[in-house]
């Protein structure tokens, strides 16, 4: 299959069917709705399960219910809905159970707007629920990419049984451009029949199971969030990924951005470099487990005066990327977050005004 | 000489954590009575709620999910959803379903999802010690009515059965009892008919159970059986409200 034109949100849809994840529950919500309407007619179409809840709290439980018997499933929605859904992601962690969630970024707090924006990413890599618990977050920053992403975060989910959050922001969700699906994922979650409550008769077996989060004992429940640590820490060793761009350059400064932040920034750097400035650029693609050497070693070059994290959000990434960088140079911020995608130009003269 | 009266298999040997004089152990025991009788344990999923019967599972031995508070039918919707083949049941108290789950419960059923609740009103927060509920009756005094339920500023009680029976799509809807044996067989009745409506693929069902709560009411189990009676029942209305057919 050759490349077609693609609407964000209907490929994200389409990606999910051909990750074989043949069950979705959604609430509408702008800017993702397309995803639900596209699902509403395709789902039909593979023999799926396409149900839209009553509110984004139901619908993040009925993926609880459908992953707890050993369902592939995901859901897709944007900032408000996705504060709603944290309190079922929460339980999903901590009952271990694999879920995708999709979450096209929208302006807030609160309603904030429609419009494209970063500023969930403390929600999405540090918590939004309540406990001590991780989610494996991907950015995409183009249409094709969030389809590999998406078809990467099924696999992952199962792989650690823990929810996957894709956070694009409404560009990605909006946008159109030509876009290649892999092939088809076949595989199957492989172990749940050790764990899901599938039905005893399903897996032949007398022992129930059973997918629960309360532990009353203390000593219990440290164990638990021991071996949930063990999962976050197991991330972190082997599903880091990011992109690197003018690297082998002796860039003056050094840019974190994801997201569609990244590609604007992409083009800043290249026009600075037709004037003679240098500057580099690390893209995280995983938010958490964050590319943290891949930062510190990038910003230890000795051309680098200064690093730059810019993110369509009020300084969130920036946290970050001062903890990667260790005080070895100025971390500084530079952002917007009402909805306007800040220009090359605009870049260019922030960059230039750290300098 | 045979054996006459046995536990049924799908309940485990473990002593329950109730409070003497509470009527959980009944309707556990009725519900896996059925499920022994209708042969389902193999294919039935439970889901235990946030209250009372959190720990649920421990004494049924049957694959189970465990619920937040309220979010019990959007779970058993996921469920039914994905694999109509298992038999789900909820199994839930009245601050649960009447309360926070309110929207869950009313959706689930208005879908016509094919899965059973058991709904435990005891008219009081078990697990969380005695608070007012939705259900609570007028006058009653709880933690957080200690001067008694007062109507003027927190309304009635809601009649969660009446309520689910005024939606026009078909479903299975009935309140019952435990306190008496006379009741308890006719629970059992309503209860097997429940799950049969699912099996069939019917309708969602409903068994509102009646049920003391003597620890939280501040009585003894023979005074709490007498207070249900004499209060609850007069207002709460025992009966079928619904059927599909």
């Known amino acids: 299959m050759g490349k077609i034109l693609m609407k964000g949100n209907e490929a994200i849809g389409e990606a999910a069917i051909?990750?074989?994840?043949?069950?979705?529950?959604?609430?509408?919500?702008?800017?993702?709705?397309?995803?639900?309407?596209?699902?509403?007619?395709?789902?039909?179409?593979?023999?799926?399960?396409?149900?839209?809840?009553?509110?984004?709290?139901?619908?993040?439980?009925?993926?609880?219910?459908?992953?707890?018997?050993?369902?592939?499933?995901?859901?897709?929605?944007?900032?408000?809905?996705?504060?709603?859904?944290?309190?079922?992601?929460?339980?999903?962690?901590?009952?271990?159970?694999?879920?995708?969630?999709?979450?096209?970024?929208?302006?807030?707090?609160?309603?904030?707007?429609?419009?494209p924006s970063q500023a969930d990413y403390f929600q999405a890599t540090k918590g939004g629920g309540h406990g001590d618990y991780r989610l494996l977050v991907m950015a995409p920053a183009s249409v094709q990419e969030a389809v590999e992403m998406v078809m990467l975060a099924f696999p992952l989910a199962e792989k650690y049984r823990n929810p996957v959050m894709l956070l694009g922001d409404g560009?990605?969700?909006?946008?159109?451009?030509?876009?290649?699906?892999?092939?088809?994922?076949?595989?199957?979650?492989?172990?749940?029949?050790?764990?899901?409550?599938?039905?005893?008769?399903?897996?032949?077996?007398?022992?129930?199971?059973?997918?629960?989060?309360?532990?009353?004992?203390?000593?219990?429940?440290?164990?638990?969030?021991?071996?949930?640590?063990?999962?976050?820490?197991r991330m972190k060793r082997e599903e880091?990924?990011?992109?690197?761009?003018?690297?082998?350059?002796?860039?003056?400064?050094?840019?974190?951005?994801?997201?569609?932040?990244?590609?604007?920034?992409?083009?800043?750097?290249?026009?600075?470099?037709?004037?003679?400035?240098?500057?580099?650029?690390?893209?995280?693609?995983?938010?958490?487990?964050?590319?943290?050497?891949?930062?510190?070693?990038?910003?230890?070059?000795?051309?680098?005066?200064?690093?730059?994290?810019?993110?369509?959000?009020?300084?969130?990434?920036?946290?970050?990327?001062?903890?990667?960088?260790?005080?070895?140079?100025?971390?500084?911020?530079?952002?917007?977050?009402?909805?306007?995608?800040?220009?090359?130009?605009?870049?260019?003269?922030?960059?230039?005004?750290?300098? | 000489m045979g054996k006459t009266f046995a536990k049924p298999e799908a309940l485990s040997d473990q002593h329950t954590h109730y409070c003497p004089g509470c009527t959980h152990g009944i309707i556990h025991r009725l519900v896996a009575e059925v499920i022994d009788e209708l042969?389902?344990?193999?294919?039935?999923?439970?889901?235990?709620?946030?209250?009372?019967?959190?720990?649920?599972?421990?004494?049924?031995?049957?694959?189970?999910?465990?619920?937040?508070?309220?979010?019990?039918?959007?779970?058993?919707?996921?469920?039914?959803?994905?694999?109509?083949?298992?038999i789900v049941f909820t199994y839930q108290g009245d601050g649960d379903l009447a309360s926070i789950g309110m929207g869950e419960i009313i959706h689930a059923a208005n879908r016509g999802e094919k899965f059973t609740t058991i709904f435990v009103n005891n008219a009081v927060y078990g697990m969380t010690g005695g608070q007012m509920a939705p259900t609570t009756m007028p006058g009653q005094r709880t933690t957080t009515s200690p001067f008694g339920r007062n109507v003027k500023e927190v309304g009635m009680p809601i009649k969660m059965a009446e309520l689910l029976s005024a939606l026009e799509t078909p479903g299975y809807i009935t309140r019952q009892s435990v306190i008496k044996p006379k009741y308890i067989v006719r629970a059992k009745k309503a209860v097997k008919k429940a799950f049969q409506y699912q099996l069939e693929g019917r309708c969602f069902s409903l068994v509102e159970v009646i049920s003391t709560c003597p620890t939280n009411w501040g009585l003894t189990p023979v005074q709490a059986v007498k207070w249900a009676e004499e209060t609850m029942l007069p207002y709460y209305k025992l009966g079928e409200f619904k059927r599909p057919d």
């Not at chain 1, 702008?30 to 039909?44: C, G, K």
């Not at chain 1, 809905?81 to 962690?93: N, V």
């Not at chain 1, 897996?203 to 989060?213: A, F, Y």
Request: proline content about 6%; some cysteine.
């Open chain 1, 240 to 355: 880091i990924r990011y992109e690197l761009y003018n690297i082998e350059s002796d860039y003056k400064a050094l840019i974190v951005s994801y997201g569609t932040m990244s590609r604007v920034c992409k083009t800043a750097i290249d026009n600075m470099k037709d004037e003679g400035l240098e500057v580099g650029m690390v893209r995280p693609q995983t938010l958490f487990p964050f590319p943290e050497n891949a930062v510190y070693e990038a910003a230890s070059k000795e051309s680098c005066k200064v690093v730059v994290s810019i993110e369509m959000s009020m300084g969130q990434m920036v946290e970050d990327v001062e903890r990667c960088v260790k005080g070895k140079l100025p971390v500084k911020w530079y952002g917007k977050c009402g909805g306007d995608v800040p220009t090359p130009e605009e870049v260019v003269e922030a960059v230039k005004s750290f300098l």
């Open chain 2, 39 to 86: 042969g389902i344990k193999g294919r039935t999923v439970g889901i235990a709620p946030v209250g009372c019967a959190v720990l649920a599972y421990n004494y049924f031995i049957l694959d189970f999910q465990e619920a937040a508070h309220g979010r019990a039918p959007a779970m058993a919707t996921g469920i039914k959803r994905v694999r109509p083949d298992l």
């Open chain 1, 171 to 233: 560009l990605i969700g909006q946008m159109m451009e030509p876009v290649e699906f892999p092939d088809h994922l076949k595989s199957e979650p492989t172990n749940k029949d050790e764990w899901a409550t599938n039905g005893m008769d399903t897996r032949g077996s007398n022992k129930r199971n059973l997918v629960k989060t309360l532990f009353l004992d203390a000593g219990k429940l440290n164990e638990h969030n021991l071996m949930l640590k063990a999962k976050y820490d």
């Open chain 1, 18 to 115: 051909r990750a074989g994840c043949l069950n979705y529950f959604a609430y509408p919500i702008t800017p993702q709705s397309e995803v639900a309407e596209y699902l509403s007619r395709r789902m039909p179409e593979v023999g799926g399960v396409f149900l839209q809840g009553e509110s984004e709290v139901a619908v993040s439980y009925m993926l609880f219910g459908a992953s707890a018997c050993g369902a592939r499933v995901f859901t897709t929605s944007s900032s408000p809905g996705i504060s709603l859904m944290s309190e079922g992601i929460s339980y999903i962690a901590g009952a271990q159970c694999p879920a995708v969630f999709v979450n096209i970024m929208r302006g807030g707090p609160g309603l904030g707007g429609i419009l």
